[in-house]
T-cell receptor, first 113, second 113 residues
Framework: KNQVEQSPQSLIILEGKNCTLQCNYTVSPFSNLRWYKQDTGRGPVSLTIMTFSENTKSNGRYTATLDADTKQSSLHITASQLSDSASYICVVRGGGSQGNLIFGKGTKLSVKP | NAGVTQTPKFQVLKTGQSMTLQCAQDMNHEYMSWYRQDPGMGLRLIHYSVGAGITDQGEVPNGYNVSRSTTEDFPLRLLSAAPSQTSVYFC????????????FGPGTRLTVL
């Protein structure tokens, strides 16, 4: 069964610290992997999209990595800010039609002053 | 550009009532989708459309209808609301193609009593 598992479920860090969120997937065939940020009460916003051939992609203080062999991805947040408090969702697109996006349950990150 | 807009933002229905959630985008995107987001679960696809006049079912289509008469609009109809349809509903749009960014609306929070 196609699945996307994220860990941890929730995380609390102090402002200025770094953190890494994990995503493991079993989706096959694989097309691309996306990370979204979802602020409370808002819709998800795309951070990165990576294909099979990309190992790393950055968007400001956010860096996503992908290991397609082990089917693992991580999102690293550098020098966290209070505004980074949000849920981070890993999404894997399988091969095929538009309907084949598999969403993880998300990691809820809280950044404390 | 307003991006993806959704109305209403909040709605309370009684069991058995019907209603339409509105979604519109001004980016000339071919693809539009409806998702529901429930606590502890990833976003789940309800229905999607790859262009005007073309719609298809997603993972959880029962109890919902859609139509796509224009590129801009993609309304979601609840035929006879049930408490199990209490959720947050998100509309999303993107250009055609597997690597394009998906843009989400702000969501509609629906409660069915």
């Amino acid at each position: 069964k196609n699945q996307v598992e994220q860990s941890p479920q929730s995380l609390i860090i102090l402002e200025g610290k770094n953190c890494t969120l994990q995503c493991n997937y079993t989706v096959s065939p694989f097309s691309n992997l996306r990370w979204y940020k979802q602020d409370t009460g808002r819709g998800p916003v795309s951070l990165t999209i990576m294909t099979f051939s990309e190992n790393t992609k950055s968007n400001g203080r956010y860096t996503a990595t992908l290991d397609a062999d082990t089917k693992q991805s991580s999102l690293h947040i550098t020098a966290s800010q209070l505004s980074d408090s949000a849920s981070y969702i890993c999404v894997v697109r399988g091969g095929g039609s538009q309907g084949n996006l598999i969403f993880g349950k998300g990691t809820k990150l809280s950044v404390k002053p | 550009n307003a991006g993806v807009t959704q109305t209403p933002k909040f709605q309370v229905l009684k069991t058995g009532q019907s209603m339409t959630l509105q979604c519109a985008q001004d980016m000339n995107h071919e693809y539009m989708s409806w998702y529901r987001q429930d606590p502890g679960m990833g976003l789940r696809l309800i229905h999607y459309s790859v262009g005007a006049g073309i719609t298809d079912q997603g993972e959880v289509p029962n109890g919902y209808n859609v139509s796509r008469s224009t590129t801009e609009d993609f309304p979601l109809r609840l035929l006879s609301a049930a408490p199990s349809q209490t959720s947050v509903y998100f509309c999303a749009s993107s250009l055609a193609g597997g690597l394009n960014t998906q843009y989400f609306g702000p969501g509609t929070r629906l409660t069915v009593l």
